[in-house]
Structure formats: structure tokens, C-alpha cells
């Protein structure tokens, strides 16, 4: 047997072990220390990356500043209405939920993570977070951004780490309502480059522009009313059954830094 | 090789690894395409540095495979089997040092790559049931582009500052005889 042929066969055979012991469970407690012992040399590398983005991003040329600026105008007029009547009613939610005992009926409490990775894969908007199993958290639970922005979901949990579809994934499938509506309206479903759409709307649906999504709280693990996005432009002929409307996120998705898993309380650890 | 260089070789290797996982995701797009490991494998094969090109495979591999926020893609296996071949086609095949051959070898690593992950894209659903996620195919030209550059550097910068690759038989006509 020559040198190669010896290498071949050692590596192979390290490879063939390696992806027993891995498919077998045998070395996830090592592979969990070593994600720990990875994650803040990752989180410095997304912070620089981050970083680095942002810096890029902010050289517009005149005509882009120009029609982002109309937009955003055009946004504006729409929220300013919009802002005082939500004032008003969120006024009264305030006392309401006070009065109800909303948050120890809900027993919702949060997790604050870091961001340590990012896919590189344009199409899959997922994240890598610090916090895992350990943390209290479960495949499914909402994770959201700011003053309750949600941003995504759980999508899979080690013991010191997990990964979050963000609703702009392609893979992302999140059920929406109306904001103040409550009622299920349609689902947002992501569609790569940090853009999601709302789907599945019955044409019966008034739907403009401007208006705020929020989650329908249909699922188990995801509360009501946490902001999804602001609808950009409805699409869809009155003939189809169903109009989509193209969503626009209300977090920069792609400079998180740092998000917040929410869970129930009956998931902290050690109560 | 000294204790020194492998101790910098293998420190190269983990900031590389941070490098294509947590930065990259992160940058700019444009940046995407510049994926040095391979490349600098490739170039540590050409320089005779056969178990320093595997270090740095296993351990960019190691720390990409961890950081990945996909299912892991296998990158160390992936990497350690594409290396195999290198040897084989470096062997065989492009026997030369010359910078055509570098080049050659980058940008076939690059492409065994791709197709080697295509593959296990179509397999480990079967094996798993969960679905590996990959660069798409449209990408690969700018990577090719950016890989044949950084190998080209490599061997440019190595040639000027040492006489790896200096060819030391006077060029003239009946040398030989």
C-alpha cells in the first residue's frame, strides 16, 4: 500500500467513525461544548460582518435617497393616522390587560440572545443564537425583535445553541391577522433576501397598503399581536381566490444583533 | 514545518473558519464570493504541504460545520474527500507547478465541491430526514472567479518573496545536452 492509498484509507475511515458516532448521539456532548466554546469568536465575526454591512448599506445614490424618502412620506402619512387612533387604543389596552392580569394568564417571560451566526445562503434567511435547551427553549417559540417586532421562530434547539427561521425565510410560514382584528387572515411566508409575503388571503378581505400585520396567535407557542410587518402592495386578480401582498419586516432582519425568545412560563428551568 | 508555523497555520485555519461562517453571513454580499480555504489548501498542496492543507480542512471544517446556523453541510468531510482527489489529480494529472496548474486544481477543488454537496443535498434527506441547504449553482462563476484570483495572488506573492516555484535551469536552447 503507497503513502496516498494509507492516507485515503486513515481518512476515510476517521470520516466513516465520525459519521456514525455523530448520527448515533455518541459525540453531540462534545460537539455542544465545542459550539459553546465557538460562540464568541462567531458572535465577534457576525458583530464585524455586521458592522461592516451596515456601513456599506448607507452609500444610496441621490435617486434611491430620493424614492426611499417618497416612501417612506408615503408610509408616514398612512402611520401618523394610524398612530393616533393605535394611541388611543393602546391607552386602553393598557389598563385592560392591568385589569385582566394578561401577562400571569399568558405566562409568556423572555430570553434575551445573541446573534452568533448567519447563513451565508441568500434564499435562507436562519440565524444561529446563543442561548439553547438549556435556556428554557423549544422549537416553535416566537422570537422577536425591539418592543414585540417578531422576527422569526425557533426552528431547532441544541443544548446550548439554537437556530431561528426568520420570517423571511424561504422555508418560514408564519399565520397573521389584521392588526386589532384578532381574527386569522392569511399566513406570511418568507421569500429570500430578507422580503416575506402574505399568502393565502380570501379575496372576501379588505387589504391596503400600510396597514400592520400581527400574528394571529393561532399557534401554540407564538403569542397574539406581536407586529409582523406593514403591507407594501396587494396583488391578486378578483377573479383568484386568494390576494398576496408583498410585506415589508419592521426589523432590519439582516442586522440583528441581538433578539428575544419568548417562552411560557412553565418552560424555566429549575421552576 | 516548525512548531511556529503550525501553530500559525492551525490559528489561520479557525480565523478562516470564522471567516466563511459567521462573517460572511453577515457582509455585504459581494463578499460572498471570496471564499479563501479551498483556494489556500489547494496552494498548500502545490507547496508540498500535504498534512498542513488537511489541518486547515479539518479544523476551517470543524468551525464551519459548528457555527453553521443550516443543518451542517459536512464541510470538514467534504473538504478532506476533495483534498483526496487533489492529491490524486496533482499526482497524475497536472504534474507541473506552474500557475496554470494551480490554477486548474482551485478551480476543479471549487467544482468537486459543489458536486459533492449536490449530492449529499439529494442523500441526506434519505439518511435523516432533514434538508440540506447549499450556495445555489447560479453563485459558482464568481466564486471560480475569486478562488482563481486568490490562488494567482498566492503563487504570484509566494514566487517574488521565496524560489518555491523559480525555475532554476537556464532557458536556452540545448540545455540538456
Known sequence: ?271 | MRKSSWALLCIAAVVGGLYESSFLGSAPDALGYIKPILPVCVMLFMLNRKPGAYIVAVLSGVVIDMLSPLQSGWTMMRWLVVLLIVDLLSEKITTNRSLYSAVALALAARVMDRIISQIMSWVYPILSGQTLAFEPWHRLPGVLISDALIVALIFVGVTIFTKRFVIAVEARKERYE
Open chain 1, 1 to 271: 500500500m503507497n503513502r496516498s492509498s494509507k492516507t485515503a484509507f486513515i481518512i476515510f475511515g476517521a470520516l466513516l467513525a465520525l459519521f456514525v458516532l455523530h448520527f448515533t448521539g455518541v459525540i453531540t456532548p462534545f460537539e455542544n461544548l465545542l459550539k459553546s466554546a465557538l460562540s464568541p469568536l462567531g458572535l465577534a465575526a457576525t458583530s464585524v460582518g455586521t458592522r461592516l454591512s451596515r456601513t456599506f448599506s448607507g452609500n444610496m445614490t441621490a435617486e434611491q435617497c430620493l424614492e426611499k424618502n417618497v416612501d417612506l412620506e408615503k408610509s408616514l402619512a398612512g402611520v401618523s393616522v394610524d398612530y393616533v387612533r393605535l394611541k388611543a387604543l393602546e391607552d386602553e389596552n393598557e389598563v385592560l390587560r392591568k385589569t385582566l392580569g394578561y401577562l400571569q394568564k399568558e405566562g409568556y417571560d423572555a430570553v434575551m440572545a445573541r446573534i452568533i451566526s448567519r447563513s451565508a445562503i441568500p434564499e435562507r434567511s436562519i440565524v444561529m443564537i446563543d442561548k439553547g435547551s438549556k435556556d428554557g427553549l423549544e422549537i416553535g417559540m416566537a422570537v422577536i425583535y425591539g418592543d414585540g417586532i417578531f422576527v422569526g421562530k425557533v426552528s431547532m434547539i441544541q443544548e446550548r445553541t439554537a437556530t431561528v427561521a426568520l420570517i423571511s425565510d424561504a422555508q418560514s410560514r408564519v399565520a397573521v391577522a389584521k392588526a386589532g382584528e384578532g381574527k386569522l387572515m392569511g399566513l406570511v411566508e418568507g421569500q429570500g433576501n430578507w422580503t416575506a409575503e402574505a399568502t393565502l388571503i380570501p379575496q372576501q378581505e379588505s387589504l391596503n397598503e400600510n396597514e400592520i400585520l400581527v400574528t394571529s396567535g393561532t399557534e401554540g407557542k407564538i403569542p397574539a399581536n406581536l407586529i409582523v410587518g406593514l403591507i407594501n402592495k396587494v396583488e391578486g386578480l378578483p377573479t383568484d381566490p386568494f390576494k398576496h401582498a408583498s410585506i415589508e419586516p419592521m426589523a432590519p432582519l439582516e442586522y440583528l444583533e441581538v433578539v428575544t425568545v419568548l417562552r411560557p412560563q412553565a418552560l424555566r428551568p429549575g421552576e
